[in-house]
């Protein structure tokens, strides 16, 4: 399987830890969508990432991909079979995707993106008025973990997707405040350590490195 893209993007990197948790053996493309390539929009035809080509068949939505690899290799299942569960499961891969990336997304921008990649100076209020926003989403999380489980308590999606999207903004100078949101420092600690998530990480590393960051 191929997958395009950029892991410094929560969306890539969430399918990148499906892969893993997996076992699928996952070759990581860098794709630009700012400067395409014919294979890549051969793949990604609107330019998105992350994009699959998995021998052949092609999809470029992070969700997609996933419901589709959790189909294909069931095993272990991410996307739970109790429809509550299920329903949990696809519920905080939404809100990584539709809350969380829109709150913190000023962040990465003023802080990364645009002086790094853009060559364009940052509004470090901007940022930091993201910081605040992403701080007001993340009550919710706090109240619905429990001291030493998950988002749909086994691991799911939920918890891939959300922690992707904390990961992403760790590139902005950004970390989970511990002393308000324990429970959620705690979580994101263990999704950290899972053999699965590390093996990611240590790809995306050597990405980032190659790209100077």
């Not at 997958?3 to 410094?8: A, D, E, M």
């Not at 809350?99 to 509004?123: E, I, T, W």
């Not at 992403?168 to 100078?173: G, K, Q, R, V």
Request: proline fraction near 8%.
């Amino acid at each position: 399987m191929k997958l395009y893209g950029f892991p410094l993007s929560p969306f890539v990197r969430k399918v990148m830890v499906v892969a893993q948790e997996k076992g699928i053996d996952a070759e990581i493309v860098p794709a630009n969508p700012a400067h395409p390539t014919e294979e890549f929009l051969a793949v990604s035809p609107y330019g998105k990432i992350p994009a699959m080509d998995d021998d052949g068949f092609c999809l470029a939505d992070s969700s997609a991909i996933a419901h589709y690899l959790d189909a294909k290799h069931p095993e272990p299942a991410l996307l739970p079979t109790e429809p509550k569960a299920r329903a949990r499961a696809i519920w905080f891969d939404e809100v990584a995707d539709t809350v969380l990336m829109p709150a913190g997304a000023p962040m990465l921008f003023n802080r990364l993106v645009g002086p790094k990649f853009l060559g364009v100076p940052g509004d470090e209020a901007a940022a930091k008025a993201a910081e605040e926003a992403v701080a007001g989403r993340l009550g919710y999380i706090e109240q619905t973990l429990g001291e030493d489980g998950w988002l749909d308590e086994d691991f799911s999606l939920g918890d891939i997707a959300v922690s992707s999207m904390v990961k992403s903004l760790s590139y902005a100078s950004w970390t989970i405040d511990a002393g308000a949101f324990p429970k959620t420092a705690a979580w994101y600690d263990r999704v950290c350590a899972r053999p699965a998530w590390q093996a990611a990480a240590a790809v995306e590393s050597g990405i980032m490195a190659g790209a100077g960051l």
